[in-house]
């Protein structure tokens, strides 16, 4: 079923242009004079037919657009762990401080060493979702 999805307009494509699809772009097409034999570069119009062949249909956008958008959801997952992991570094945090609060200010220190590499982490997750809807 998916298979003739990528079959059937290859092959309209290939019926339609007769053999100027098998040539590629830049090839060089045989003169018709015998006699010449000199090779002439291809033509305006076999170029312009075979470049509206490979244009994409709309259906084609709106699938890369589809799944523009699924990535970037996906690429956003690790915002939530971000905040997770934030959640367990203040946590850890409270339960150090309450077992040994005479280190406050080491603790202190490596829980803001945590909430920085946690937030970083998500942050980076973002910056690949935004990345992903906006350049690709």
Known sequence: ???????????????????????????????????????SPVTTNALMSQLRNFQTSVAKRDIDQAARYIGAGAATVGVAGSGAGIGTVFGSLCIAFARNP??????FGYAILGFALAEAMGLFCLMMAFMIVYIL
């Open 1 to 39: 079923m998916y298979c003739s999805r990528i079959v059937a307009p290859a092959t309209r494509c290939l019926v339609s242009s007769g053999s100027k699809a098998i040539r590629p772009i830049s090839s060089t097409v045989v003169s018709k004079d015998n006699s010449n034999l000199s090779l």
């Open 102 to 107: 005479s280190m406050k200010q080491q603790l």
